[in-house]
């Protein structure tokens, strides 16, 4: 699937729980817990105060919505890689981040 047939896969404005962590950051190993507020099946938006670049791994715990995966809803672990960065803070200090998943991974219980 190319970049331009990414853009076409059906967005939807759900919100959901998402828990994350950035790979290979030295100085933070912690888990993130915000909510994504749009989803498709090939990535997701969200906000957070973590901090987060453009290009950065991360493994994240979502639950995909039955709309978006025609499946029942359930916990889905994957790693995903931020693809963009809206640089309008939310009036809380978060900042939007979009990501593009790249593997769903069997669910990991590993922390």
Avoid: W
Wanted: contains cysteine.
């Amino acid at each position: 699937m190319d970049i331009s047939e990414r853009r076409h896969l059906r967005r939807y404005n759900l919100r959901t729980p998402l828990r994350f962590r950035a790979i290979g950051l030295a100085s933070d190993k912690s888990e993130h817990f915000t909510e994504v507020l749009n989803i498709s099946r090939g990535g997701f938006y969200f906000a957070t105060s973590a901090p987060l670049q453009v290009g950065m791994p991360i493994e994240a715990t979502l639950r995909m919505p039955t709309d978006v995966t025609g499946q029942p809803q359930e916990e889905t672990y994957c790693r995903a890689r931020v693809v963009h960065v809206r640089n309008e803070p939310y009036g809380d200090g978060r900042i939007g981040f979009g990501a593009e998943i790249e593997a769903f991974l069997s669910n990991g219980n590993s922390h």
